[in-house]
């Protein structure tokens, strides 16, 4: 792994994990019928809820490896609180448009968040070209999506859903497919250390002769 990946120097099951999450909850959401939003805020909140708990585990995975923690856990907290807000807070007696200004804020502004830090790791964690565009689409179409939540004051509350099950899906294969892509790089890594050893142990036979 280049040294340009510190900033993501997770675990590929974290990767891996969310992705799944995200990609089943994005199509939950996409495709489910939209006449119940009590459902649907209950499947946002619980799949925020999932999201931050394995952001909070990749936080104890890095620290005891001395690797910078610092944005997992400032992703798994805003996580976090988006979960419990949708959960908990939301008032129940709440009007239609009280709840869909809620929705709109809250996700809303996590997708400004997530994809603006997308970007800004795509161009400054890879070296690697594929790597390197995968996030950095993966943050432009994010921005583009929280854009139509924002400016979408004429919209349903299921249509911001839906919308956020879109960025979810898209997010979601992004890190399928970095989860994959990691866990290559850590066997081939593994393999190469073996020959490694048998290259530098051959060297010092030749020089004992």
């Not at 675990?11 to 995200?22: D, P, V, Y």
Request: charged content about 15%.
């Amino acid at each position: 792994m280049n040294k340009k990946s510190k900033f993501v120097e997770s675990h590929w099951l974290t990767f891996a994990m969310k992705g799944a999450i995200s990609v089943v909850a994005g199509l939950c959401l996409m495709f489910a019928p939209k006449n119940d939003l009590s459902v649907l805020t209950q499947i946002v909140g619980w799949t925020m809820f999932g999201l931050a708990f394995i952001e909070i585990a990749n936080v104890l995975y890095r620290t005891r490896r001395s690797h910078n923690w610092g944005f997992p856990l400032a992703l798994g907290a805003i996580e976090m609180f988006i979960a419990v807000a949708l959960l908990y807070t939301i008032n129940p007696n709440s009007s239609a448009d009280e709840l869909t200004w809620l929705r709109i804020t809250y996700l809303s502004a996590y997708v400004v968040f997530a994809s603006i830090v997308t970007i800004v790791m795509g161009f400054a964690s890879f070296d690697n070209i594929t790597d390197r565009f995968m996030w950095v689409v993966n943050g432009m179409i994010g921005s583009i999506l929280a854009f139509m939540m924002f400016g979408g004051t004429t919209l349903g509350a299921a249509a911001h859903i839906g919308i956020f099950g879109t960025y979810l899906m898209v997010n979601g294969l992004t890190d399928l497919f970095f989860g994959i892509h990691s866990k290559e790089e850590m066997l081939a890594s593994f393999n190469r250390k073996p020959a490694a050893k048998k290259v530098v142990a051959k060297t010092s036979k030749k020089g004992k002769k």
